[in-house]
């Protein structure tokens, strides 16, 4: 069993090491916690890197895979958004509980074609209010015509 510091700091060089092993790729690195991964990843794939940076697809799911999930009050959950793209440029978008904004997001792309992204906080994700609850990513630049994608997650009565 590795002591939590260490495993944060291994887990934090090897965050870097794959960001400079994609090189060209920019954006706000922030450290992963203790059993946290990073907020974004690049997935290393050749794609347009010239022009205005264009969304081609968007996808949102929770850990299990799905678009939808049940949990028990007080549970963590972390939705996931996979995003393809062609060109460069500055990426923003805001995660959306309920149609309210949790987190902003800022990445300057210059390099891929698809963006991983994650809720960092999952404490804004608030899971002791019973019932249905919708996640959104509401992309702000560039501008796209696609539709926000809206994933759901229950909370069940303990």
């Not at 291994?10 to 090189?23: D, M």
């Not at 690049?42 to 969304?55: D, N, Q, R, V």
């Not at 963590?76 to 990426?91: H, M, R, S, T, Y």
Request: proline share 8%.
């Amino acid at each position: 069993m590795l002591n939590p510091r260490l495993k944060l700091f291994l887990n934090t060089v090897l965050t870097i090491a794959l960001t400079v092993f994609i090189s060209g790729c920019t954006g706000t690195l922030q450290p992963p916690k203790a059993n946290q991964s990073p907020h974004y990843t690049f997935i290393a794939s050749s794609g347009k890197t010239s022009g205005p940076l264009t969304i081609k697809s968007i996808e949102l799911n929770f850990q299990n895979g799905l678009g939808d999930i049940t949990v028990s009050q007080d549970t963590p959950i972390q939705p996931e958004a996979i995003i393809k793209f062609d060109g460069n440029g500055l990426f923003q978008a805001y995660w959306q509980i309920d149609n309210h904004d949790i987190e902003p997001i800022a990445i300057n792309i210059t390099f891929g074609k698809t963006l991983k992204l994650r809720v960092m906080n999952t404490t804004q994700i608030p899971t002791y209010q019973p019932g249905q609850h919708h996640v959104s990513l509401r992309i702000t630049s560039p501008k796209t015509k696609l539709k926000n994608p809206d994933i759901t997650y229950f909370v069940q009565l303990q």
